[in-house]
C-alpha cells in the first residue's frame, strides 16, 4: 500500500528536479537515467517494463475495463559527445550526439564515460593564436578537445574511440525558485509524468495510463517511433520543453516563463485534443499558453502522430531558457502546473470522448 | 588543500577582500605580523630566524582574478556586465557565475540553437549581447538582490585530482597558495611577503607596494598559461603541463633580470628540479611595475604552468606547483648564504 502522506511529502519537486538533472543519460546510454525513474514512479504505477531499444514503460490501470489508454511521453536522453580520436598528447577528439553550439562548449567540463568515469575540460586556443582567416570566425568543434590531463598511455588504458561524453554541470538555484543546469530538456517532461503520477493518487481515473520515459529523442524521437508502436495506445501526449522568453528574443518564438503549462496547437496536433487541454486548464484554474507549431514538432508528438494507423496526440510543453546549453533554465512552478493539467485530463478522458476524435 | 581552497573564493580585481581575509586569517593563526595599504595589498613581515638579516627581498603574489562588473540592469531582469581584466570571452557562454557580495547565483544564456540562422552560428558571441540570469521576474525584482556596480567571479567547483588540479582563478591563487606554504616554514633572513591587488588591470597594487617596501631583489610568484595543446604548434605552446615551473627571460612589461634568472636556474639545478623558460614574449606580471619601482628593483618571475587561464576552469598539475615552492625555497636561502650581487 502506498504511504501516501510520507512519500507525497518528502521528495518535493524541487528536489526531484536537482536529483534527475544530475544523472547522466545520453541520447542511446539511458540507464542510469532510467534506473531513477524506475525507482521514483514505482509507488505510483502497477507495472513497470523496459522495450528492445530501452524505453522505460510504466502502467497505471484505470477503473474501467473498456476506458480509453493514453500515452504521456517524456524523453530522458540529452545531448552528449562521443569520442573520435586520442591525440598524441592524451587529447580526446570528439563529435556531438545531438543538437550543440559549438560557441557554448570551450571552458566546458564533462564526464568521460572510459572503464571508470574521468573528468574532463573542453580546450580550446587562445585567441592572440588565431590565424587572420580565424578571426572573427566561431570555433568550430574540429578545433576542440576533450582535455583531461592524463599522458596518452594512460587515456587508452580507459577510454577509446567511441566512449561516451557527459556535459558536467551541477544544479543551480536561482531566485523566484528557478534553477538552471543541463539537461532539464527534457528531465523536467519527466518531473511533470512524475507529478501528474502524483496527482493520480488522490484523483479517480478512468483511463489505462502509460507513463513512457522515451530513449533516443534527440537523435530523431527514435524511442517514440517503437514505444508508441508497442503500447499501441488510443491516445498520446509528449510531454517536452519549448523556448523561453530571454532578451532580445523573437516574441512569437518564445513562451514566457512562470505563467503556466504550455499546449500547443498546429498540425501535429489533435485540435480537440488541444481543445480539450484547455478547457480543463480553465475548468481547474490552471495557468495555460498558446503555442504554435507550423508543421511536424521537433518533439516526440512528430511520432506518436504518425504511429500505427494514426493516433490523436497532443503537445504539452513547460517553458525553458538557453536550450540545448548546459544552463538550461526553468521555473519549476510551471513543471507542477503541467503536471496537474495532465492529471485533470487524464481524469476526464473516456470512450465517448475517444469517438468525438475519430469523427472529424 | 590550500590552492583549491583559495580557488573557491571570489576576488575580482578591486574585490579581493575575501581573498584578503582568508590569507590574513593564516597569517594571523601562524603568528605573522601583517598590515594592508588603502589599495588593499596585504604585507606579511617574515621574520629570519637571525637576527638583523634583512635581505632585501619581496616576494609577491598577486590575489586578484579577472571576471566581470555589472553595468545595468534590465527592464526583464537580466543584468549587462564589463568584463574586469582579460576574460576569454568565448569561454563565458553558458556559464554559471556568482553576482555581488551575496554571491547571488546567475548563468550566461544564450539563444537557443534552435533559434538561430546558419550565419548566425558562425559569428563569434559578442559580449555586449550577453546577460547574465539570476531567475529574475523583472528590474525591481533582480535590484532587490543585486545592483550596478557588483563584482561577478566565475562559479565552478575546484578540485584535486591525483595530481591533476582544477578550478577558477587558479592564476593567481596557486601563487598565493605557494607564498603561504613559504611563509610557514623557517628562513635565516628576513623578507617581505606581498599578496598584492589589481594586478589584472595593470599591475596597480605592485606599484605602490614595491614604492612602499623599496626592495633590492623581488621574485613574484605567479601562473602563467600552457598552450601545449593540438591546435597550437610547438613554438607557441610558451609552457607545458609537466615540465616544472616556468622561469621568464622577458615579458611585455620586464626583462628578467638576469642574476635573479641565473640564480634561479642555478638552485634548480643543484637540486635536481624540472623547471622550463616561458617562451612566449608578451603579458605583463606585478614584476615588471616592482623592477621600476623607486630608484628599480631586480626583478624575477616563477611561475606554475597551466591550461585555460582566464576563463571559468583551468588546469595546473600539483607537481608543477610543489616544484615552484621549492625552487623558491632554495632561492631564498641562497639569496642569503652567497648574497646576490646585481
Not at chain 2, 609537466?242 to 636556474?265: C, M, N, W, Y
Not at chain 2, 603579458?283 to 606554475?304: E, K, M, N, Y
Request: proline fraction near 4%; hydrophobic fraction near 40%; charged fraction near 25%.
Amino acid at each position: 500500500m502506498l504511504d501516501e502522506g510520507g512519500l507525497l511529502k518528502k521528495v518535493n519537486l524541487h528536489d526531484y528536479l536537482r536529483k534527475i538533472i544530475q544523472i547522466d543519460g545520453v541520447s542511446g546510454y539511458e540507464d542510469n537515467v532510467a534506473a531513477f525513474i524506475s525507482e521514483t514512479f514505482s509507488p505510483y504505477v502497477d507495472s513497470t517494463r523496459t522495450d528492445n531499444l530501452g524505453n522505460l514503460i510504466l502502467y497505471k490501470r484505470g477503473s474501467k475495463k473498456d476506458a480509453p489508454s493514453i500515452l504521456f511521453a517524456a524523453h530522458m536522453d540529452e545531448i552528449g559527445l562521443i569520442v573520435t580520436k586520442i591525440e598524441d598528447n592524451g587529447f580526446l577528439r570528439f563529435t556531438s550526439l545531438g543538437g550543440f553550439d559549438v560557441r557554448t562548449l570551450p571552458g566546458q567540463e564533462v564526464t568521460v564515460y572510459g572503464q571508470k568515469p574521468v573528468n574532463g575540460i573542453i580546450g580550446f586556443k587562445p585567441s592572440y593564436l588565431d590565424l587572420d582567416e580565424e578571426k572573427g570566425q566561431s570555433v568550430e568543434m574540429k578545433n576542440l578537445f576533450i582535455d583531461t590531463g592524463f599522458p596518452r598511455e594512460q587515456v587508452e588504458k580507459n577510454i577509446r574511440i567511441g566512449s561516451i561524453a557527459a556535459i558536467k554541470r551541477g544544479f543551480l538555484p536561482l531566485l523566484n525558485n528557478r534553477c538552471a543546469g543541463k539537461a532539464f530538456d527534457d528531465r523536467a517532461g519527466i518531473a511533470v509524468l512524475w507529478q501528474c503520477a502524483r496527482e493520480l493518487v488522490r484523483i479517480e481515473h478512468e483511463a489505462h495510463l502509460y507513463f513512457v520515459a522515451t530513449v533516443q529523442e534527440e537523435v530523431g524521437t527514435r524511442g517514440a517511433i517503437v514505444s508508441t508502436y508497442g503500447i499501441s495506445p488510443d491516445l498520446g501526449i509528449a510531454v517536452d520543453v519549448c523556448h523561453g522568453d530571454f532578451p532580445g528574443a523573437m516574441e512569437h518564438e518564445v513562451s514566457p516563463l512562470g505563467e503556466g503549462a504550455v499546449v500547443t496547437v498546429g498540425p501535429n496536433i489533435h485540435p480537440l485534443m488541444a481543445k480539450r487541454l484547455f478547457e480543463t486548464a480553465e475548468e481547474y484554474n490552471l495557468p495555460c499558453q498558446r503555442d504554435v507549431s507550423p508543421g511536424p514538432t521537433g518533439t516526440d508528438a512528430r511520432a506518436i502522430q504518425i504511429s500505427l494507423e494514426g493516433i490523436p496526440t497532443a503537445l504539452v510543453s513547460v517553458p525553458l531558457r538557453y536550450m540545448h546549453t548546459s544552463v538550461e533554465l526553468i521555473a519549476p512552478e510551471d513543471v507542477k502546473i503541467a503536471g496537474r493539467l495532465l492529471a485533470y485530463f487524464a481524469a476526464g478522458l473516456n470512450r465517448s470522448f475517444l469517438e468525438e476524435l475519430s469523427c472529424l | 588543500m590550500l590552492i583549491t581552497e583559495l580557488s573557491q573564493i571570489p576576488g575580482v580585481s578591486g574585490d579581493e577582500s575575501r581573498v584578503r581575509d582568508f590569507i590574513k586569517e593564516k597569517l594571523s593563526s601562524w603568528g605573522i605580523e601583517h598590515y594592508t595599504d588603502s589599495l588593499g595589498n596585504l604585507f606579511a613581515l617574515k621574520e629570519g630566524k637571525k637576527n638583523g638579516s634583512e635581505s632585501g627581498l619581496m616576494l609577491s603574489a598577486h590575489m586578484d582574478e579577472v571576471g566581470l562588473l555589472v553595468s545595468s540592469v534590465e527592464k526583464s531582469g537580466h543584468l549587462r556586465f564589463y568584463k574586469v581584466g582579460g576574460v576569454d570571452e568565448r569561454a563565458l557562454i553558458t556559464k554559471p557565475v556568482l553576482v555581488g557580495p551575496n554571491d547571488v547565483m546567475g548563468v550566461i544564456g544564450a539563444k537557443a540553437i534552435h533559434l538561430q540562422k546558419k550565419e548566425e552560428r558562425k559569428k563569434p558571441l559578442k559580449i555586449e549581447n550577453l546577460c547574465i540570469d539570476i531567475g529574475a521576474k523583472d528590474k525591481d525584482d533582480a535590484e532587490r538582490v543585486v545592483k550596478v556596480g557588483d563584482y561577478v567571479s566565475f562559479y565552478s567547483e575546484a578540485g584535486l585530482s591525483g595530481n591533476i588540479v582544477k578550478g577558477k582563478a587558479l592564476d593567481n591563487r596557486a601563487g598565493c597558495a605557494a607564498l603561504l606554504e613559504i611563509l610557514q616554514r623557517d628562513y635565516p633572513c628576513s623578507f617581505t611577503a606581498v599578496f598584492t591587488v589589481q594586478e589584472e588591470v595593470g599591475l596597480r597594487g605592485a606599484i605602490v607596494a614595491a614604492y612602499r617596501i623599496k626592495p633590492r631583489i623581488a621574485l613574484v610568484l605567479e601562473t602563467t598559461g600552457a598552450i601545449d595543446i593540438p591546435e597550437a604548434k610547438n613554438q607557441d605552446h610558451s609552457t607545458s603541463l609537466g615540465a616544472g615551473p616556468a622561469f621568464t627571460v622577458k615579458d611585455q612589461s620586464i626583462i628578467a633580470h638576469p642574476r635573479v634568472l641565473e640564480r634561479l636556474i642555478e638552485v634548480a639545478e643543484r637540486q635536481k628540479r624540472t623547471y622550463q623558460f616561458r617562451r612566449y614574449g608578451g603579458s605583463s606580471t606585478d614584476a615588471g611595475a616592482i623592477s621600476l619601482a623607486g630608484s628599480g628593483t631586480a626583478a624575477g618571475v616563477i611561475s606554475t604552468p597551466c591550461r585555460y587561464i582566464h576563463a571559468p576552469v583551468s588546469m595546473l598539475l600539483k607537481e608543477d606547483w610543489q616544484n615552484l615552492v621549492e625552487i623558491t625555497d632554495a632561492f631564498i636561502r641562497s639569496v642569503y648564504e652567497k648574497g646576490l650581487e646585481i
